[in-house]
């Protein structure tokens, strides 16, 4: 979208920078196209803007490096949010994968001693190591 002119006029401390995106390549402010990239800004409206880093820091009222000094921190950020959501998504779904494994052990193998590590009770009494009880879960369909 483009910006009116009304919105210069608005405090330039309101501004806050987003971000960065490759996918919208056309500067918001000015129209220029087939830019490698853009800022994302946030009006003093909470609208969402995206223009090249010269109009970006013109808007600000900063200089375009410091701006996009700004605008790679709110990167690095985000994506430091993003892998630790990935992380806990993967913790949850390794230990469900585990829960379920045993669970499905102690119907195999009802009489498995309680062991520390309960794998090696399942290891006992199957005769087989875990790694074979883990294909052998798998193998039913992971239940
Ligand atoms: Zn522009």
Same mark, same amino acid.
């Given at each position: #979208? #483009? *910006?009116? /002119? ?17 996918? *919208?390549? &056309? ?8 830019? /490698?990239?853009?800022? *994302?800004?946030? &009006?003093?409206?909470?609208? &969402? ?19 996009? %000094?700004?605008? %790679?921190?709110?990167?690095?950020? /985000? +994506?430091?949010?993003?892998? +630790? ?14 829960? +379920?494994? #045993? ?9 498995? +001693?309680? &062991? ?11 005769? %087989? ?5 883990? /294909? ?8």
């Amino acid at each position: #979208m #483009m *910006v009116s /002119k009304a919105y210069f006029e608005k405090g330039a401390d309101r501004w806050f920078i987003r971000g960065s995106s490759d996918e *919208v390549t &056309t500067c918001g402010i000015c129209g220029r196209s087939e830019l /490698k990239g853009t800022m *994302v800004l946030e &009006t003093p409206d909470g609208e &969402t803007i995206y223009c090249g880093s010269d109009c970006g820091a013109r808007l600000a009222g900063k200089p375009a490096a410091a701006l996009r %000094k700004e605008q %790679k921190a709110a990167d690095d950020r /985000k +994506k430091d949010e993003e892998r +630790k959501a990935r992380a806990a998504a993967q913790a949850a779904a390794a230990g469900d994968e585990e829960a +379920k494994i #045993m669970f499905w052990l102690r119907s195999q193998y009802p009489q498995a +001693k309680a &062991t520390r590590d309960p794998r090696d009770g399942f290891a006992e009494a199957s005769g %087989k190591s875990w790694f074979q009880l883990r /294909k052998d879960w798998a193998a039913a369909g992971k239940p």
